[in-house]
Nanobody, 126 residues
Framework: QVQLVESGGGLVQAGGSLRLSCAAS????????MGWFRQAPGKEREFVAA??????????YYADSVKGRFTISADNAKNTVYLQMNSVKPEDTAVYYC?????????????????WGRGTQVTVSS
């Protein structure tokens, strides 16, 4: 099973930026989609963004709540997926998790992901 380790979380003021990283133990995202999810206290884990490789092209997908503010990217050489978070809002406060998909297609469903990191806390102050 792929080991995933998130980092980069912390405390940031509203309107600021943060970049999360997810290091994978194997070259998984040449063949499989990767996703970022988040979970706020008392809420369900929700989809944030996904990136999928198909025919040598990276496809990206975003939740409506983060579209235009967050950017997902991948670096094959470093086995790392990133989530650049700009113009953050207090409602972005959550534990952020990265995960590997069972296929090369990006998905917003948690059920399509089979390996998860332990998460990194992001707190946005108003």
């Amino acid at each position: 099973q792929v080991q995933l380790v998130e980092s980069g979380g912390g405390l940031v003021q509203a309107g600021g930026s943060l970049r999360l990283s997810c290091a994978a133990s194997a070259r998984t995202f040449r063949d499989y989609a990767m996703g970022w999810f988040r979970q706020a206290p008392g809420k369900e884990r929700e989809f944030v963004a996904a990136i999928s490789p198909r025919n040598g092209v990276w496809y990206t997908y975003y939740a409506d709540s983060v579209k235009g503010r967050f950017t997902i990217s991948a670096d094959n050489a470093k086995n790392t997926v990133y989530l650049q978070m700009n113009s953050v809002k207090p409602e972005d406060t959550a534990v952020y998790y990265c995960a590997t998909s069972r296929s090369s297609y990006g998905s917003s469903s948690r059920l399509d992901y089979d390996s998860w990191g332990r998460g990194t806390q992001v707190t946005v102050s108003s």
